[in-house]
């Protein structure tokens, strides 16, 4: 099967490449060729004339099932949001609550041009399962909370979902192991998880200094920060991470985590809402860590369009700088696209159109009154548009949103589902 995109703006996302007029052809589940005209065969041909091309969205850093908490709880500090609101909920969720809200995140990311993401949850076969029907390429992990002694279940059910279910779905699920932050994992078990998940061969997915409280609380309980506490667990010397916010970090903490590999998921709209400050993006950077973008979960975030996680991120910086020349468009595109790819550990795979990736790539209509004219694809896409403008999905060769149409999910029985589900979740708390 080739699939032919005929006539996009492409931006390649490639380190060196200009944007260029062209065709993409997609061979099965991936990219054969990324050039200005393709005169061979194609079995299917989408015309893309007035679209821009590009690299799918990659959400670093998600709670897929929380869609169904989304503006439950608004305008909470985060501990109290966390203990008194989101946990009791959690507790009452079974496994069809748990894949009819991931299955809403579904929809919710395809329709704002996300093709891969990073989620950390419970009862996570069923957020593979919503991954799977839908077409989403996933970085999945049991998220591990070691507060009380569960006699080992949480541990057991992070091993079965790496055992089951990575690989799945032509390589389209990944796996990791996520410890959910310092304050909720002593140091024992976690370095257990450390341990585990060198053995394994699989990254770690975890939350990093998100709040003052949480920095304050690691201080009483280690007198270190909550980077140093991982740090000397070892957790940077050879694992792959994936560290969710890392919001409250000192210069030597930053400096600490150098050369680390994996990186860090920087969330600034759920930072902003939940008032946890604001991330040291820029020190990051020139320190050399890998930084991507993530929403969170849609409780936190409200949305997880990525396009307001890059005008936000993007923003932020520049004022908390006062210097807008810091994250220019280009980078921002490259924050939500490659460099999520390395923070996911597929790199190798997607992040970038080139021949021999799999096609995970997404065409946004540009006939809109806000994005023209075309000075600047990269400013366009990251300041102007929205996730509304995303025309049409694919993801691993597969269109699974076509003319703003899904094809992969049926949006009347999903939005029935969440209704019939939400009140019991909810009630009385
Ligand atoms: N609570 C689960 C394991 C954690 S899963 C991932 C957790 O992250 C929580 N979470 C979501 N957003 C945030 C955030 O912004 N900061 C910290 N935790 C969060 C979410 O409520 C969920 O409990 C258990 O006891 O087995
Ligand atoms: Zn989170």
Known sequence: MRLLIRGALILTMKENDEPFSGDILIERDRIAAVVPRWEGRADEVIDASGMVAMPGLINAHNHT?????????????????????????????????????????????????????????????????????????????????????????RREEALSLIEKWTGAGNGRITTMLGPHAPFTCPPGPLAEVIDLARERGVPIHIHLAETKEEVVRIRERYGQTPTEYLYHLGLFEHNHVLLAHAVHLTRRDIGLLRGMRGGIAHNPVSNLKLGCGIAPVCDMLAQGLTVGLGTDGAGSAATLDMFVEMKAAAWLQKADQSDPAVLPARQVLRMATVEGAKLLGIADRVGTLEAGKQADLILIDFQKPHLQPLHDPYALVAYSASGADVDTVIIDGRVVMRRRELMTIDEEELFRQVKKRVPRLVDGI
Do not use: N, Q
Request: aromatic share 8%; with cysteine.
């Open 65 to 153: 099932p929380m869609t169904l908490m989304r503006a439950f709880c608004d305008d909470l500090r985060l501990m109290e949001w966390l203990e008194k609101k989101m946990l009791p909920v959690e507790a009452r969720m079974d496994e069809e609550d748990i894949y009819w809200g991931a299955m809403l995140a579904m929809a919710e990311m395809i329709r704002s041009g996300t093709t891969a993401y990073a989620d950390m949850y419970i009862h996570m076969d069923h957020v593979a399962r919503a991954a799977i029907d839908s077409g989403m390429r996933a970085s999945l992990a049991r998220g591990l909370v070691f507060l009380e002694d569960d006699g080992g279940k």
